[in-house]
């Protein structure tokens, strides 16, 4: 078992910043990709996000490249979201999610078998 906790969500204005946490427990060796996923009012949820534990690959979603850096700190096994410029679209609860072994980068919900319980942002105009 994979244990996540998110941290770091809350209220900001459009253009401002914000930076989410989350710290990863138990088992952590079993997953090889941490991942951000959002979900909007009213809309399905959506890949952000993801890097690989070892070797730090990442992949971004379109929406957010070039606002959003993801990375991770392996001793404390926490993956980190810095979002900067951001608008009232990004406005959800966002998740993590840890992957199943071999999962790669893959923005597919069906291959992360660990979520975390989320954390609101709302981006105000």
């Known amino acids: 078992q994979v244990q996540l906790v998110e941290s770091g969500g809350g209220l900001v204005q459009a253009g401002g910043s914000l930076r989410l946490s989350c710290a990863a427990s138990?088992?952590?060796?079993?997953?090889?990709?941490i991942a951000w996923f959002r979900q909007a009012p009213g809309k399905e949820r959506e890949f952000v996000v993801c890097?690989?534990?070892?070797?730090?690959?990442?992949r971004y979603a379109d929406s957010v490249k070039g606002r959003f850096t993801i990375s991770r700190d392996n001793a404390k096994n926490t993956v980190y979201l810095q979002m900067n410029s951001l608008k009232p679209e990004d406005t959800a609860v966002y998740y993590c999610?840890?992957?199943?072994?071999?999962?790669?980068?893959?923005?597919?919900?069906?291959?992360?078998?660990?979520w975390g319980q989320g954390t609101p942002v709302t981006v105000s105009s």
């Open positions: 890097v690989m534990w070892v070797g730090g690959g990442t």
């Open positions: 999610a840890a992957s199943f072994p071999g999962g790669g980068l893959t923005s597919a919900e069906n291959n992360y078998q660990y």
């Open positions: 138990g088992r952590t060796f079993s997953t090889d990709t």
